[in-house]
């Protein structure tokens, strides 16, 4: 899915105050310009009033869609903006003919919780999957959501 460069800016506001740095899970422009390059990926963007709140990325592939990223602002957080990214992101990978939604977290985050809630269950678990900055491991946890 192409995106105007002013999408990439709003997605970008979004990515640099929603992730913590100590993880290292905020991706560079280049990176979110190269996955909609190649034509299988697919992003919203939530707005309050104006302004860019939240986010989602995620690639299509046969019968299945990844959710890449998912992101609110801090400041825009717990008024149910990701939620609704959520579901509509399980729509339309459903429109799109996939039959699941997968996604990989790291463990100790506290999205699991709007995951559970959402209809995801785990399916897989890899130990240390993740390192980050600073060199802790982390375990990553893989869930899917029937659509
Ligand atoms: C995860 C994230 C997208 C949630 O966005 P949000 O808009 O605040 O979430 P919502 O308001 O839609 O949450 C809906 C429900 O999910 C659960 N939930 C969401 N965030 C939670 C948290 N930090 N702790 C506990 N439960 C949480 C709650 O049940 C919440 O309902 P409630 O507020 O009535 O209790 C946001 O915290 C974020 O951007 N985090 C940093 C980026 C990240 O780690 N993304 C996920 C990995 S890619």
Redesign the pocket.
Same mark, same amino acid.
């Given at each position: 899915m192409m995106a105007p460069a002013d999408d990439i800016d709003r997605i970008m506001a #979004?990515m640099q105050a929603?992730?913590?740095p100590a993880?290292g !899970?905020a991706w560079s422009r280049r990176q979110v310009e190269d996955a909609l390059l190649i034509g299988n990926c697919y992003y919203q963007i939530a707005e309050v009033l104006g302004e860019p709140a939240?986010f989602s990325l995620s690639r299509h592939g046969f019968e299945e869609e990844e959710?890449?990223?998912?992101? #609110?602002?801090?400041d825009?957080?717990?008024?149910?903006?990701? !939620?609704?990214?959520?579901v509509q992101c399980k729509a339309d990978a459903r429109a799109r003919g996939a039959r699941q939604l997968l996604?990989e977290?790291?463990s100790d985050?506290?999205?699991?919780?709007?995951y559970r809630?959402?209809g995801f269950v785990q399916i897989g678990l890899r130990k240390d999957y993740y390192r980050t900055p600073s060199g802790y491991r982390l375990d990553a946890i893989t869930f899917a959501c029937q659509l």
């Open positions: #979004v929603a992730f913590d993880y !899970e939240g959710l890449l990223l998912i992101a #609110v602002s801090p825009f957080r717990r008024r149910r903006i990701g !939620e609704k990214l959520l996604l977290m790291r985050n506290p999205a699991i919780h709007l809630r959402n």
